[in-house]
């Protein structure tokens, strides 16, 4: 084994001073909670900013659908609402994880590209079915209302329900469950509902969530 | 039981907080030089003497890459520097009981 320390300095500075048994389990605790917080790209307030999305981007097709008669699907104007704040919280996500996860290398990062092909091939998929329903005569109001507002939901929640099972993370597999469960029992409010059933659903469940997260960072010898 | 049983490659704080930090990694997960400094906040020479004490007692492994001011060092805890945290914690642990 070789020693790959490089960095041009000479400075060099022992740190052998005793330590009091109790000094020395708050320091080990203090910098365990340090390093999963500093490592972890998930926070209430990124949590916060997921639900105010979800409620202001579904909310804002409901409102573009919801005098339709019949229904024709949401507007352009709705669609470029849901779109952009969608790809607020994909950037918010996206920035979050760059700077937790910078200088990590090795099998989890490997792991998780291979975890972002799956998902993207889900997505795909849903789009794809998406058009197959379209071309077998399947109407406005199902696939432009029932259908994609609730399959993307689906997918995800599953997706994401299976990778928190893997590792064991519980407070991440009830969230994942409950937008399996609140897309689900949206599908039952009709193409115009459904966007406000997710909208409203997802945005409890991730107040929810968000609370918890702040619990169990507040909480002392938790893990998050 | 006295501090005297605690693993004194750990006892010390500046490789209590190098060994703890990296233990936050998941199994298999490296660490940049760079990164493990600015997480812990110790001045380069000082993690680098730390770093090649747990590095003479097998705790930890680093790897270098690249050549010249690209290059990039990254630190591991080697399954038996994990098992000597998971040591250590038990016995702090067992010392506060009795005290």
């Not at chain 1, 203090?30 to 105010?52: I, K, N, Y």
């Not at chain 2, 007692?57 to 630190?75: C, F, H, I, Q, W």
Request: hydrophobic share 50%; net charge positive; with cysteine.
């Amino acid at each position: 084994m070789n020693r790959t320390y490089d960095t041009g300095t000479t400075e060099t500075y022992e740190d052998e001073g005793g330590l009091d048994p109790r000094e020395a389990a708050r320091l080990l605790e203090r910098t365990r909670r340090e390093a999963e917080r500093g490592l972890d790209f998930r926070s209430p307030w990124l949590t916060l900013l997921a639900a105010a999305v979800a409620l202001v981007a579904f909310g804002a097709v409901w409102l573009s659908v919801r005098g339709q008669h019949p229904y024709k699907g949401p507007t352009p104007a709705g669609l470029v609402v849901l779109y952009a704040l969608v790809l607020i919280r994909i950037a918010s996500v996206v920035f979050a994880h760059r700077r937790a996860t910078a200088g990590v290398t090795g099998r989890s990062v490997r792991r998780r590209n291979a975890e972002g092909a799956a998902l993207a091939a889900a997505l795909i998929a849903v789009y794809v079915v998406m058009a197959a329903l379209v071309n077998a005569g399947a109407s406005d109001s199902v696939v432009y209302g029932v259908y994609v507002g609730t399959a993307t939901l689906i997918v995800l929640g599953t997706f994401w329900a299976a990778r928190s099972a893997v590792r064991e993370d519980w407070l991440q597999l009830g969230l994942s469950i409950a937008i399996v469960l609140v897309a689900a029992g949206s599908a039952f409010a009709g193409p115009r509902g459904v966007w406000l059933s997710n909208g409203v659903g997802l945005c409890i469940v991730l107040l929810a969530y968000s609370a918890a997260q702040a619990w169990k960072l507040r909480a002392p010898g938790s893990d998050a | 039981m006295t501090a005297d049983a605690l693993d004194p490659l750990i006892h010390a704080p500046a490789r209590l907080q190098i060994v703890a930090t990296l233990a936050a990694l998941p199994d298999g997960d490296a660490l940049s030089f760079t990164r493990l400094q600015d997480m812990i906040g110790l001045t380069p020479g000082n993690l680098i003497t730390h770093l090649r004490k747990l590095q003479d007692a097998d705790y930890l492994t680093s790897e270098k890459t690249g050549n010249g001011p690209a290059s990039r060092t990254s630190v591991a805890l080697t399954h038996r520097g994990r098992a000597a945290l998971d040591t250590y914690t038990q016995t702090l642990r067992a010392l506060l009981d009795g005290l």
